[in-house]
């Protein structure tokens, strides 16, 4: 039997640009450049940062990912790239060096969504997807709950493709956003998330009443699968103005009152994220949850969900951190997806979409 096709795949819609190399459903080889530390003085990601970062990392990231896979570009058989969503200058140096790679290597370009991405990572890590899947991808861009239907492959060509179906999204802020924005009101440095997490462990969850949006009956009714962050982080701010007000003008929050707002506001994320995640895979009649995205890496969000997909009767699946956050074996893997399925390649004149819907696996 011939072997699987080798996948490189890209990765560059937001701040870290990845390429790993993927047979089949095996990860050879990937290596990952981060421009995090160059937004930090900003407290966020500043586009245009992210796009000349991006340009610099390629060359030396796309090596490293060779190097350590012990393949030569003369081996790749498709380059698979991030199309969208993200980024629009960020997702533009990617595709341009997809299209460069697949011209000079005379192989098929496979322009692929970041999003349906995040999910197919797990095929490295748990084998084939389950046929239905409820996936929750949490990250500083996306909050979204997919029902994800995916063919059985058996190694034959156009067998059916993986469809994707948009249950749910955050109506203002991302989850991670909702981190970062946080940890900015507690005075803690960016990504806040990690910093939130460590303040969190020493605090009690229940200290703060904070509300669970978009959980309220009419709420339910028409936003069952959305979610919003936006009156978490306002309540949030009020009580670290209360708390403000009570102290000496120009005085520390202090450590237990810090440590108490990042339990009690990490415990009302994590409380919607799974709630609302159970409740999709119950009333979808779907027996495995896929947890994808930065915020993957909260141990109170991952704590909670596994909690409450146990006591379910629902299997969990949650690839290694590294895997969570973005990279570009996430890209390789989709990659490999599609050309099982028969579906590509893409013109070359493929062109970058911002919004690309979660719909759209390969454009
Ligand atoms: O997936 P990711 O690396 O990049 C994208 O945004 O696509 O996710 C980054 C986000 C940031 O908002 C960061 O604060 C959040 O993930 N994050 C966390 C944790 N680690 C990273 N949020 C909560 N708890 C964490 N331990
Ligand atoms: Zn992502």
Do not use: W
């Not at 403000?244 to 520390?252: D, K, M, T, V």
């Not at 947890?291 to 290694?320: H, K, Q, S, T």
């Amino acid at each position: 039997m011939a072997a699987d096709p080798l996948v490189l795949g890209i990765e560059s819609s937001c701040d870290e640009t990845g390429v790993a190399l993927v047979r089949g459903a095996t990860l050879l080889g990937h290596a990952v450049a981060s421009s995090v530390d160059e937004h930090v003085r900003f407290g966020g990601v500043v586009p245009e940062i992210a796009s000349r970062a991006h340009l610099e990392a390629f060359l030396p990231t796309m090596r490293r990912a060779c190097e350590e896979a012990g393949v030569t570009l003369a081996d790749v058989d498709a380059v698979a790239v991030t199309a969208g969503p993200g980024l629009a200058g960020a997702l533009l140096v990617g595709v341009a060096a997809a299209k460069a790679l697949a011209l000079a290597l005379d192989v098929p370009l496979l322009g692929v969504n970041h999003l349906v991405a995040h999910v197919a990572v797990d095929v490295l890590v748990s084998g084939a997807l389950p046929e239905r899947s409820v996936a929750l991808l949490v990250s500083g861009g996306h909050t979204e709950l997919l029902d994800v239907h995916s063919p059985v492959h058996q190694g034959r060509q156009g067998v059916g493709a993986m469809r994707v179906e948009l249950l749910g999204q955050t109506l203002d802020d991302a989850a991670g956003e909702a981190f970062d924005k946080v940890a900015r009101l507690l005075g803690l440095p960016y990504p806040g998330g990690p910093h939130v997490q460590r303040a969190a462990e020493r605090g009690d969850p229940a200290a703060f009443a904070f509300p669970r949006g978009l959980t309220a009956a009419h709420d339910l009714r028409r936003h069952p699968y959305d979610f919003s962050f936006s009156g978490l982080k306002t309540a949030v701010a009020r009580q670290v103005d209360a708390h403000r007000r009570s102290l000496e003008p120009g005085a520390e929050l202090g450590e237990a009152f810090v440590a108490d707002v990042a339990a009690s506001f990490s415990e009302a994320v994590a409380d919607v994220l799974s709630r609302k995640t159970v409740t999709a895979a119950q009333e979808r009649g779907v027996q495995t949850v896929l947890l994808g995205g930065g915020v993957a890496a909260n141990a109170r969000v991952r704590g909670l969900l596994a909690e409450r997909c146990e006591a379910a009767g629902l299997d969990l699946r949650v690839p290694p951190l590294r895997l969570c956050t973005d990279n570009g074996a996430m890209v390789a893997a989709l990659g490999a997806l599609v050309l099982a399925d028969g579906l590509g390649p893409s013109p070359l004149e493929l062109a970058t979409d911002p919004g690309l819907p979660v719909s759209t696996i390969i454009v």
